[in-house]
């Protein structure tokens, strides 16, 4: 008995240990990997430039004052003479003295004390460079209770002069607040900046997701089947109805973009004289200029599915088997054949691993090349279809939603800061191109969340008004969207919430906002106005959220 409880716990006991020294083993390797020093933060000097850095961000620059100083000066040579002196200055009950009064180099140090002082006065060293009429700071410091003052520095800078040059001990006497300073009003304007940069890729993502959120619910796609002959005639179609509707949309905007370069610009300048509004009306226009083309293209691309789908729902309920299955090897023969010598256009014109080094540049050639590989690729498809049944319908729904899935998450996948930087290459520095990279994270994002939500709905409507003989379009408006909709409208403003904060990070690369000042100030060592920044982002994002959780609380 004790035999076969030893042998019935042995392996129990190896397995826990084998995965212990796993565990072991990963964490010690991934601790000499991430190169984790504990020495390094216990150094005097790092220690040193931490206290610095927090004590620069406790002291934020949100106010101007008017300062009234008292300066006291002391002479100071470069180089040393042959005989090395000290300064004694003695002004208005201030006692000073420095010693060496001298610097060959950047390395010598200098020592400056003093009494007579207004107690705990703060104290700025200043050196004009002999020459120069800019002020540079050499040192900062306190005087004590009793206004003893102590100080060592090195000069940051050797100007050799035969005149002695000046320093000056410049000493705050009196310090009063007379309004908010030029940086708080930088980040008030840049925070609203970012704040509408959120709102605006927000409420264009919102509008993109919508639509394709529902070509990404399972539930709603599986069960969306046609005939091959249908989706094949679509495909063939959509050069045709698709690319012709775009080229008409192209000729009919070429005409008024190209009126001697004079209709758009004087357009916006008598609407200018709206302000902002008439700036909104012309941003508007020149928004459906843009995208006419591209919404004449898309109605086209639907107009050839819906004639393809119709074309084979009826050739598989009237003809017989024999035509229908002569029809689908047809359709899908040059079907296929068209889909291939578009992918391959597609592939060419993104230049896929250098391909345009091995293809001809003329489209015509293009053409030439891709033609035979579609043909003889349409040709096996065809083939293939002579298996199934000749009125089999295909699950055409799975793979239009299995592709958008992988869209979004392939967009996703893509950091928002890597698409403000793509995007301020191809718009230049502003917020435009955090814009438009929010947008496009936003609409992958909230697609996904959107399906998600379609797919946990009650089923129940969605067979009750099946039931009545409705259509798939009926089934949507009528059972589904009252049911996600107070959920899409809690994800819009989870989504708000979330775009602030990343549109302070893509303003690191040029996406506007208040994240490209933030960086502007991080660089330029001005860690008190930085802190200015932070704390305005770290207000906003603190009411965002409350408004956020306020409003998914009463819409949920």
């Known amino acids: ?17 084998v995965i212990i020294l796993a565990l072991f083993l990963l964490y010690a390797y991934g601790l000499q990997i991430t190169k984790v020093n504990l020495q390094e933060p216990l150094e005097p000097q790092r220690q040193e430039n931490l206290v610095g850095l927090i004590r620069s961000f406790a002291r934020p620059d949100i106010f101007a004052y008017e300062t009234e100083t008292r300066r006291t000066a ?8 042959e005989e090395i002196k000290g300064s004694q200055v003695n002004i208005e009950g201030r006692q000073l003295l420095m010693v060496p009064n001298c610097v060959t180099t950047t390395q010598d140090s200098v020592t400056i004390t003093g009494s007579g002082f207004l107690p705990n006065a703060e104290i700025l060293v200043a050196w004009t460079p002999l020459g120069s009429t800019s002020t540079r700071r050499v040192a900062e410091l306190k005087a004590s209770n009793t206004g003893e003052v102590a100080v060592t520095f090195t000069m940051p800078d050797v100007r050799p002069s035969e005149e002695p040059q000046t320093l000056e001990l410049v000493e705050v006497v009196d310090r009063r607040i007379v309004g908010l300073s030029d940086t708080t009003y930088e980040a008030l304007d840049k ?26 619910a399972r539930n709603l796609m599986q069960n969306v089947k046609a005939p091959m002959s249908g989706i094949m005639s679509g495909i063939i179609l959509l050069p045709a109805l698709g690319g012709g509707a775009f080229w008409l949309g192209r000729l009919l905007v070429s005409p008024i973009l190209s009126l001697d370069g004079t209709f758009l610009p004087s357009l916006q300048t008598s609407l200018n ?19 006419l083309p591209l919404t004449l293209g898309g109605i086209g691309a639907f107009a050839a599915t819906s004639i393809g789908s119709r074309f084979g729902q009826q050739l598989t309920m009237r003809a017989s088997a024999s035509t229908v299955r002569i029809v689908t090897f047809v359709t899908t023969w040059v079907g296929t054949a068209v889909l291939t010598i578009l992918l391959a256009l597609a592939l060419v014109w993104v230049n896929l691993l250098g391909i345009r080094e091995f293809v001809p540049e003329s489209l015509g050639e293009q053409l030439g090349l891709t033609i035979w590989p579609g043909l003889v690729l349409g040709l096996i498809a065809a083939l293939w279809t002579l298996r199934a049944p000749a009125k089999h319908h295909y699950p055409i729904g799975l793979v239009i939603y299995n592709v958008t899935r992988t869209i979004f998450n392939a967009v996703r996948s893509i950091e928002p800061l890597m698409m403000g930087f793509v995007f301020v290459v191809w718009v230049g520095l502003g917020p435009f191109a955090g814009i438009m990279a929010l947008t496009l994270h936003s609409m992958a994002d909230l697609g996904k969340l959107f399906s998600e939500e379609v797919e946990n709905i009650d089923e129940g409507p969605v067979e009750a008004i099946t039931a009545t003989g409705a259509s798939q379009l009926q089934r949507i408006v009528y059972a589904v969207v009252p049911q996600v909709t107070p959920h899409y409208i809690a994800y819009i403003f989870y989504r708000w919430d979330i775009n602030v904060r990343m549109s302070t990070i893509i303003g690191f690369v040029g996406g506007g906002g208040i994240g490209f000042v933030l960086q502007r100030n991080i660089n330029q060592i001005l860690y008190t106005r930085a802190s200015v920044m932070v704390i305005a982002i770290a207000i906003v994002v603190v009411v965002l959220d409350n408004i956020s959780a306020r409003v998914r609380s009463r819409i949920i």
Do not use: H, Y
């Open 273 to 291: 004289a709206l302000g902002f509004v008439g700036n909104f009306i012309f941003v508007l226009i020149q928004l459906v200029f843009l995208l």
């Open 1 to 17: 008995m004790k035999d076969e409880k030893k042998n019935g716990r042995s392996p129990k006991v190896w397995k826990t240990a």
């Open 191 to 216: 925070i609203v900046e970012t704040v509408l940069m959120a709102l605006m890729a927000s409420t264009i993502g919102t509008l993109l997701s919508i639509p394709l959120s529902f070509f990404a």
């Open 74 to 81: 002391v002479s100071l040579r470069m180089p040393c003479p």
